[in-house]
């Protein structure tokens, strides 16, 4: 391993402009982010369509979706570590070339089976290339101004990808076939291949000070792998059946406690492991903690409002799918707009003060939504607030990723950027069956606008629960 922050040599004075290498590497890892980012929504247009075309029972089709998620988040932690230990540019590059097969295979699948296989590859490989991508991103460029505007980019590419993946998705689906959904990966993930080796350079582990090499070979804590990855594997699929089947379903409940014992039993082994998967010190760490529970709430509460507008614009306004798709264009363009502005937020009032100021933009602007009414005089406010929401939840998350992986050395990257995107996975899972189960508990005896109403409050508190405790727990940093 590399020095101790303690050994390391005094700070020289952060540099402001990128050399034109760095601008390669990052034009080629937010090319790779951006891919997968259109991945998560690419096929929800699609899915009946798919379903119709391969035979797939009406139960089943939720799995297409489900299969992906739950080794998207499962696995991501673990690879995240893999990276840390065997070299981030290998595990990126061994992620991408399982995504082109895996988009190949499921383009030309013929039955389910098939199709399910290469959205399970699917999600493994972005579970792998996701943390190692952004743990080169943080590496190739130095802490301060510009990872801040490095992130603050790949942040604005990924809302970007989140959003046009449902257009792009319906426009493919509508003019060629769902096949391309899945191939359009495969040209985008071997141009990245071909070129991210002459630009990358190898992140190689090191022994330790005063260890020999051979005492300082990375080893794997496979006790902690375990468990922490069936416990994540349990809690997106006990997350996914409840908003499926609701939360008094006894299978999803099931899974849920057996997500709580397993990552219990996790934390047991990490305080006692030799080479722990997750050092407990660095779970201690204040900006770890509380910055990706900031993370947590910021990816629940604006991947679920999606959700419930969604609602919104189809069973109470009428809209097609493709027109609320496209609607959802001006909220991607107001991500796009806070991952440009970030940077700047950062630098001048910091991450704890990006958060803040994020959430509280983010809160006024889905509380606007609480006026909306059944009719389509209405849109405009819609518009407006998702596009201001949109920056305010950008700036949040840009500064939550600093938050989550400042301060840590370069060896540790891999795992910072691991539990972000295990963050932002489950975030990204939990919001929608939460907000689900209150939009059908508030509605029942009313109208789908009602129940919309009410799950938009919640949404709003939880925005404004996330903006309080950044206030009170990352106070120094």
């Known amino acids: 391993m590399t020095a101790t922050l303690s050994e390391a040599p005094p700070a020289r004075p952060a540099a402001t402009r990128t050399t034109g290498r760095q601008r390669l590497v990052l034009v080629v890892l937010l090319a790779a982010q951006f891919m997968l980012a259109v991945d998560f929504s690419i096929l929800n247009v699609a899915l009946p369509v798919i379903g119709q075309g391969l035979g797939f029972p009406l139960g089943g089709l939720q799995w297409i979706a489900t299969a992906f998620a739950l080794c998207a988040a499962g696995f991501t932690l673990l690879f995240g570590r893999v990276a840390d230990l065997v070299g981030r540019r290998r595990v990126f590059l061994a992620g991408l070339a399982v995504l082109a097969v895996a988009s190949l295979a499921g383009g030309l699948a013929t039955t389910p089976g098939v199709l399910l296989a290469a959205r399970v590859a699917q999600g493994l490989a972005t579970a792998a290339v996701t943390p190692a991508g952004l743990a080169l991103l943080t590496t190739a460029f130095p802490e301060g101004p510009l990872r801040e505007r490095a992130l603050g980019l790949n942040g604005a590419l990924m809302s970007a990808g989140f959003t046009s993946g449902a257009v792009l998705g319906g426009l493919l689906t509508d003019l060629l076939s769902w096949r391309w959904a899945f191939f359009v990966n495969v040209p985008v993930a071997l141009a990245v291949l071909l070129t991210a080796p002459r630009l990358i350079a190898e992140s190689r582990p090191g022994p330790s000070a005063g260890e020999t090499a051979t005492a300082g070979r990375p080893r794997m804590d496979l006790p902690g792998a375990v468990t922490v990855t069936g416990g994540l594997l349990a809690l997106v699929y006990g997350l996914t059946a409840a908003g499926e089947h609701g939360w008094g379903d006894p299978l999803a409940l099931s899974a849920l406690a057996l997500a709580a014992l397993l990552l219990v039993a996790f934390w047991l082994v990490e305080r006692r492991a030799a080479a722990p998967l997750v050092p407990v010190r660095v779970m201690r760490r204040r900006t770890v903690v509380w910055g ?34 496209l609607a959802f264009g001006v909220l991607g363009a107001g991500t796009v707009l806070g991952g440009l502005l970030a940077p700047r937020v950062l630098g001048r009032i910091g991450s704890r003060g990006a958060l803040l100021a994020g959430f509280l933009v983010q809160a006024a602007a889905t509380a606007a939504l609480l006026l909306l009414g059944a009719d389509r005089a209405w849109l405009a406010l819609l518009l407006t607030a998702t596009f201001v929401g949109g920056v305010g939840n950008m700036v949040a998350i840009v500064g939550f990723m600093v938050t989550a992986t400042s301060g840590l050395p370069d060896e540790e990257q891999g795992l910072a950027t691991g539990v972000a995107t295990m963050t932002q996975q489950v975030g990204i899972t939990l919001g929608t069956p939460v907000m689900s189960a209150v939009t059908t508990a508030t509605a029942a005896g009313g109208t789908v606008l009602t129940g919309v109403t009410w799950a938009i409050g919640a949404n709003t508190a939880l925005v404004l629960l996330a903006g309080a405790a950044t206030a009170l727990f990352l106070r120094r940093g």
């Open 292 to 325: 990706n529970a900031a993370g947590l709430l910021a990816f629940a509460t604006e991947t679920s409002l999606v959700f419930l507008l969604t609602l919104y614009l189809q069973r109470v306004l009428g809209f097609s799918a493709l027109a609320t798709g």
